[in-house]
């Protein structure tokens, strides 16, 4: 059974900068693509970014670009989303989710890509 555990969410006030992190548990970590969602309440759970397996390609929902940034450490099975310049916007529960069968970055906007999924972790920006 895989494990995936979110982790550094908090409340910030706008500008500020959070830094969220997932372990994956198994041994398909180095052989995923990662990918990072939210939710925000009353909204649908959206898509913010993804890092290829090697960490060589990343994709980012527009809203997010130039202030986020994915990144993985494959040996300690993390993936962390460095979150920059935070807007009230950017509230939502936070998901880290990992995606073992796609052996090509593609649809990884998608929520049906991925196989495994965290508890989320809850961030807050205030005004």
């Known amino acids: 059974q895989v494990n995936v555990v979110e982790s550094g969410g908090g409340l910030a006030q706008a500008g500020d900068s959070l830094r969220l992190s997932c372990v994956v548990s198994?041994?398909?970590?180095?052989?995923?693509?990662m990918g990072w969602f939210r939710q925000a309440p009353g909204k649908e759970r959206e898509f913010v970014a993804a890092?290829?397996?090697?960490?060589?390609?990343?994709r980012y929902v527009e809203s997010v670009k130039g202030r986020f940034t994915i990144s993985r450490d494959n040996p300690r099975n993390t993936v962390f989303l460095q979150m920059n310049n935070l807007k009230p916007e950017d509230t939502a529960v936070y998901y880290c989710?990992?995606?073992?069968?796609?052996?090509?970055?593609?649809?990884?906007?998608?929520?049906?890509?991925?196989?495994?999924w965290g508890q989320g972790t809850q961030v807050t920006v205030s005004s």
């Open positions: 989710a990992q995606d073992r069968h796609n052996p090509y970055f593609q649809g990884v906007e998608k929520r049906s890509t991925y196989d495994d």
């Open positions: 198994g041994r398909t970590f180095s052989v995923s693509n």
């Open positions: 890092i290829s397996r090697a960490g060589l390609t990343t």
